[in-house]
């Protein structure tokens, strides 16, 4: 049994398994075409944003201003196309959105690795002066009308399935979604890059030994978080249809559940691709489809924090209580 | 030998105690220059009034960050529960007295409004308090997790939008001899705490807990207990900081005062308080208060005078971040230079 | 002799005026065992720091494979064949054994991409060079002490290590995993000729495992020559050099009188096994024994930091149960730790802090507000009576040398009175000096009536501080020991017996 619990991925599949089949038994749409394409919707901006939040975790650190970055980018990328290229295919906006959020992902970089500060504290303030800086010198109003690329790609699909009352659309943002994650797993698992942040997130004084250019290291993380945030972001807003600059932020937290819940840990060194996604397919579920089962969503919040609370509760209690039994360990 | 080491003692001396008198400088530093920049839109009465009645909501809850980041952690609920203890209050003011209301009258609602206000906030306290104490959970993770709990439930319980009553306002808006009350209650905070921090065996043991948990441990002292109690008083004040809520806004809503958890940050960075635990004082933290309110207030009139109204909301968060990482920065030079010196 | 590999000439090392090292020579050749002993603070640590390139030498020369290094860098140290193995291992304990093995090689061929079938057989390698048996795939993490140690070992193998540093390495490690480990060395340099330079105060170790010896003390090298040359008693002699024979505890208890401390079948599981002993008030009571013999968890034991399984413990010939720290200090009991740098003081706080931590409680006025003037009082009266050389109470104890440190850590617990002290290594880091006062208080304290328990692998210090000593092997007490019926040499082959 004790086995079992030791493979984190495992346990959140068979939650998802179990969530489902008790919203799913008790309202059979939970289980159709449309609930399930509307999931992966869902997941897309979420699983973008948990796979730059997973490096980071990986490597010891925390980043809550990813929200921030991502709205900033989005915002400022529909200004510039409405602004100076308005016909721009949707490739230019990912790019330049992208470009945007890894300029900002290097300046949390610089603070983290430059002078050494702790990596929520400074996020914390990056998040507030991002935040600001858009809504104050970027702009503060919503723009309704965005660019036809924008419009174009949020109606576009991937997969249609015509229903009994409309149609069903696998929005094709969801490959976005899916790049994101195979590159960082190829990162992670397969070059020396990623094996140097796992090794961070272990030990910052053995990795210095071994010969890892550390602040190099955090430069790429907080950098590629950022890019990653910014396309994030364009994906929301491509989605929303429409360019609001107080969309996203303050949704830090459920991020930050997918990416704990799938095994990765805050105190560094452990997290996959794998228990991400799972980690973001429970949140999606825990979120979307507890009105299926006559929750109202305004629960959403306290599901997410009771997710968050016993995600985490449970492991530490088995680790205390491991503690206690093996001794030798005091 | 010992004329160099007293000479050290001394740099030493200067160097810790001048934390305090360097946060003085800045903050009569920062008021002057306000002052000089502003003429009498900021050096009048009327002002220092308006400014009095503000630093109090954030102020207070500084008193929370401080008391948890002394000892290695933090509490990033406390909005949540300030505002969850603001709600509930609002709720027994409106459902039992008033218009619409049971009938009873405004003597027994009132006090019975604070002390549901004060216990709802011990609870989430305590709850804080037992996931980061006898479960173990990282503070960062754990009140992550409560505030948006309680937070939450806060949107649970009012469905959305605000609920509006006047009843407190007279803590809002009332004076003691001209002081105004949230004032005196932020004083009366600030001396509870120096009291605690600097002359009970609880604040002793909170030091010396947030300097080193594992020689706490092998020294007799109860961690979980102080951990415990820590988390509990962090509920407490923001319970307190949200009757302010309460009384200042008349009305209490679930998404209110969504910035004060950084400011709150900044506040404690800003008065000296190490986030690795076990350094800060009263002293520095009332200081930093002050000097963050004057900053805020400055910056305002500054923005309004060159630019609209609305953006100068958003200019501050650029500023409280951009602050945090400036403050962050210097210290990291001081550090270095007292690493040099011994 | 040109085929030396590392050959330190008249080397000189100081830190903010105080010598280091004076005059150090030291050679090591190709397949050498050759160990360096010395007390703590001697300067073992510095000297293999200039061999790893760490820290710069101020004057003397280093040649290291027949090339003189003016300055000498970690890379170039490294490029050279030599590795160190730090207390901590510098291994990743979230990655896997295989990986941790092949990691630094990776990293030093400039890859950038992982090749896992690559890593595997590099594990491999260096796993049969060394003849063990090691689960790759297993985190290190979930590795014992003695295996992280074996993965280290590979890790250097990896890097064609030519000399292999160790700092201490046996003092983690029970007996049967400190036999694996020699027979790795030992196979090490017959098959590969790689030559060890091990850093040890375990001199039963040291004489069996070496070929040469170095002495040092105070920074200097007092002696160097083959092993044979060596015995305990010399050993033991040049590393303290001439001290005061310290004239040895003689005490005989008053068996009628009823016993400070009574334990009887204490059992923990897989740690401690049936432990029964008797102490009584101004008995110093010596406990001994390897590591893994449960010398340091019968402390902690006492202590209430490990809970008991069964068997019961009595103060004063009352039963007493103990399931916290705060039990037990209730009945009188104080614990200086073995490392009292995380476990003993807050390092970052006051001296005065750090003594007054324990009985703040104590010190209040009539409104039960701490009273500035009694910690006052009581600070500088254990400063005082104990002569902790400081000169402001104020400054934080860090600034405080080993032996000054350990003195606060003792003030800390004298101020609270107890009947029973437990001392875990009292004189670990401490300079030579410091350990003679050291071992005249507590033989002071035992005078006036404490009984005190001295948990020590130090044997020159467990004969002349106890009146009796228990051996430990194997979680329980196998004989008990009266200093005056014994010798160094003697105490020292019965720790080692099987």
């Keep these: 049994m004790s086995r079992i619990f030791r493979s984190n991925e495992a346990l959140v599949a068979v939650t998802i398994v179990l969530l489902s089949l008790v919203i799913g038994l008790n309202n059979p749409t939970f289980f159709s075409v449309g609930n399930l394409f509307d999931l992966l919707r869902s997941s897309i901006v979420l699983g973008i944003f948990a796979m730059g939040v997973l490096i980071v975790i990986i490597s010891g650190g925390i980043d809550v201003s990813f929200t921030a970055i991502g709205i900033f980018a989005m915002y400022s990328t529909t200004r510039i196309l409405k602004g100076f290229m308005p016909e721009a295919p949707i490739w230019v906006a990912f790019m330049i959105a992208g470009a945007i959020g890894l300029g900002l992902g290097m300046i949390n970089a610089f603070f983290i690795a430059r002078f050494r500060l702790p990596t929520l504290i400074v996020t914390l303030g990056t998040l507030s002066m991002f935040h600001g800086f858009l809504l104050f010198a970027i702009g503060n109003q919503i723009i309704r009308d965005v660019p036809p690329a924008m419009d174009q790609f949020a109606r576009s699909a991937l997969v249609r399935i015509p229903l009994e009352r409309g149609v069903a659309n696998l929005h094709p943002a969801i490959l976005i979604t899916a790049a994101a994650a195979l590159v960082v797993w190829f990162l992670l698992n397969f070059t020396m890059l990623g094996r140097g942040i796992y090794a961070l997130g272990g030990s910052r004084e053995a990795a210095e030994r071994a010969g890892f250019n550390v602040p190099r290291i955090q430069y790429f993380i907080y950098s590629f978080v950022g890019l990653l945030s910014g396309i994030a972001g364009m994906t929301f807003g491509s989605l929303a249809r429409q360019a609001n600059p107080q969309d996203i932020v303050g949704t830090e937290l459920n991020v930050i559940a997918a990416v704990v819940l799938g095994g990765a840990q805050l105190t560094g060194g452990r997290g996959t691709v794998i228990g991400t996604i799972l980690g973001v397919l429970l949140v999606v579920i825990a979120s979307n489809s507890l009105i299926l089962i006559g929750v109202p969503t305004v629960w959403q919040r306290v599901v997410i924090g009771l997710i968050i609370l016993i995600g985490t509760g449970l492991p530490a209690i088995q680790a205390r209580r491991a503690a206690q039994r093996g001794a030798s360990s005091l | ?342 | 002799m040109a085929d030396a590999i590392v050959r330190l000439s008249g080397i000189y090392k100081s830190f903010a005026g105080v010598k280091a090292l004076q005059n150090v020579s030291l050679t090591i050749k190709p397949g050498e065992i050759h160990c360096l002993v010395g007390e703590n603070g001697c300067g073992k640590s510095t000297l293999i720091k200039i061999i790893a390139g760490v820290y710069p030498r101020d004057s003397g020369s280093v040649v290291i494979n027949g090339r003189e290094y003016e300055h000498l860098h970690p890379i170039d140290s490294i490029r050279e064949g030599i590795q160190v193995i730090y207390q901590d291992f510098s291994l990743f304990p979230n990655l896997t054994v295989a990986e941790n093995i092949a990691l630094n090689e990776q990293l030093a061929a400039g890859r950038r991409f992982v090749n896992w079938r690559h890593v595997r057989e590099v594990a491999e390698e260096a796993i049969a060079q060394l003849e063990v048996h090691l689960p790759l795939q297993a985190r290190v993490e979930d590795m014992s002490v003695a295996n992280k140690q074996l993965i280290a070992i590979a890790k250097a193998l990896r890097q064609n290590a030519r000399l292999i540093i160790m700092d201490e390495p046996t003092s983690a490690l029970t007996e049967r995993e400190i036999r694996t480990l020699f027979a790795v060395i030992r196979r090490l340099r017959e098959r590969s000729g790689i030559a060890f330079l091990f850093v040890s105060h375990k001199l039963n170790e040291v004489l069996e495992i070496s070929e040469t010896i170095t002495v040092m003390r105070n920074g200097q090298v007092v002696s160097s020559g083959p092993a044979e040359t060596y015995d305990t008693a010399r050993l033991v002699f040049e590393m303290t050099g001439q001290r005061i024979a310290e004239k040895a505890y003689d005490y005989t208890p008053d068996l009628s009188a009823p016993a400070l401390l009574r334990v009887e079948n204490l059992s923990v599981p897989g740690v401690l096994h049936d432990v029964s002993l008797e102490l009584r008030a101004q008995e110093i009571v010596g406990v001994t024994g390897l590591l893994g013999s449960g010398r340091t968890e019968l402390a902690l034991a006492l202590f209430g930091l490990l809970p008991i399984a069964s068997g019961q413990i009595y103060i004063d010939e009352r039963p007493v149960t103990i399931h916290s720290v705060q039990d037990a200090i209730r009945h009188g009991i104080g614990y200086v730790p073995e490392d009292r740098l995380t476990e003993g003081l807050f390092l970052d706080q006051s001296i005065g802090r750090n003594i007054v931590v324990r009985t703040i409680d104590r010190l209040r006025n009539r409104f039960g507000l701490i009273e500035p003037s009694l910690v006052t009082q009581q600070v500088n009266r254990w400063i005082d009576s104990l002569r902790i050389k400081a000169a402001d109470p104020a400054l934080p104890v860090k600034t405080l040398s080993g032996g000054n440190q350990q003195r606060v850590v003792v003030a800390k617990w004298l101020a609270s009175n107890p009947r029973l002290m437990i001392l875990n290594g009292p004189t670990m880091g401490v300079d030579v000096g410091s350990k003679n006062e050291i071992h005249e208080l507590i033989k002071q304290l035992a005078r006036e009536g404490m009984g005190l328990l001295v948990i020590s692998d130090d044997i020159p210090e467990l004969l002349q501080t106890c009146n009796r000593i228990l051996l430990m092997r194997n979680g329980t007490i196998v004989e008990e020991i009266l200093p005056r019926e014994t010798n160094e040499n003697e105490l020292a082959a019965k720790l080692i017996e099987d």
Aim: hydrophobic share 55%; proline share 3%; glycine share 10%.
């Design chain 2, 1 to 342: 030998m010992q004329e160099s080491l007293k000479r050290n003692m001394l740099m030493r001396e200067l160097l810790s105690e001048n934390q305090t008198l360097r946060l003085f400088i800045i903050t009569v530093l920062i008021f002057i220059a306000f002052s000089l920049l502003l003429g009498e839109r900021f050096f009048s009465v009327r002002n220092l009034q308006s400014m009095a009645v503000q630093f109090p909501e954030f102020g207070i809850l500084a008193f929370a960050i401080l008391i948890t980041m002394l000892t290695g952690g933090i509490d990033l609920s406390i909005v949540g529960a300030a505002n969850l203890s603001a709600i509930v209050s609002a709720l027994i003011l409106t459902r039992l007295s008033g218009d619409g209301g049971a009938g009873i009258p405004l003597e027994a609602t009132i006090p019975l409004a604070m002390v549901a206000a004060l216990a709802v906030a011990s609870l989430c306290g305590l709850l804080n308090g037992f996931l980061v104490a006898r479960v173990g959970i990282t503070p960062i993770l754990a009140t992550l997790g409560t505030g948006s709990l309680y937070t939450g439930l806060s949107y649970v319980i009012t469905g959305g939008p605000a609920i509006t009553t006047t009843q407190l306002a007279f803590i809002g808006n009332g004076t003691i001899a001209g002081v105004p009350i949230p004032v005196i209650v932020f004083i009366v905070l600030a001396i509870i705490f120096a009291v605690m921090l600097n002359r009970t065996s609880f604040g002793f043991n909170v030091y010396m807990l947030g300097t080193n948990p594992r020689a706490a441990l092998f020294s007799g002292i109860h961690n979980e207990r102080v951990l415990m109690r820590t988390y509990w008083l962090a509920g407490l004040v923001a319970g307190i900081a949200g009757i302010i809520f309460l009384a200042r806004a008349n009305s209490a809503k679930p998404d209110y005062g969504e910035t004060f958890i950084l400011l709150t940050v900044l506040i404690a960075i800003l008065g000296g308080v190490r986030y690795t635990g076990g350094f800060g004082t009263v002293s520095g933290l009332v200081l930093s208060v002050l000097s963050i309110q004057f900053l805020s207030t400055g910056l305002n009139m500054l923005m309004l005078q060159l630019s609209g109204s609305s953006a100068a909301i958003f200019f501050r968060q650029f500023a409280w971040g951009a602050l945090l990482l400036l403050v962050m920065v210097v210290n990291y030079y001081v550090e270095q230079r007292r690493q040099r010196s011994v």
